[in-house]
């Protein structure tokens, strides 16, 4: 019984976008290691970008900092 855990932020994943996810990796593993469908398990979890961290810095700050050196170089043109 194949147990799959998809971690993503919190930051506009649709119902459909999730539904993708799970056919997917559902047949996947049936393609990959032939296992049965009917006992396969997806979860998402969707992280708030405050819960996620890359190196030292949350993935809320993060997307800021990307977004202002965005608009800094834009300012620069």
């Known amino acids: 019984m ?3 855990n998809i971690k993503v ?3 506009g994943v649709t119902k459909e976008q999730k ?3 799970i056919k997917g990796t559902t047949q996947l ?3 990959v290691l032939g296992k049965n469908p009917a ?6 979890d969707e ?3 405050d819960n996620w961290g890359i190196g ?6 993060l997307r800021k900092w990307k977004s ?3 608009d800094d170089l834009v300012l620069c043109y």
């Open 2 to 4: 194949p147990y799959v």
């Open 9 to 11: 932020t919190d930051e």
């Open 56 to 61: 030292f810095d949350q993935v809320t700050e």
């Open 29 to 31: 593993l049936v393609d």
């Open 68 to 70: 202002k050196k965005i």
């Open 47 to 49: 992280v708030n970008t």
């Open 39 to 44: 006992t396969t398990m997806v979860v998402i």
């Open 19 to 21: 539904h993708q996810l």
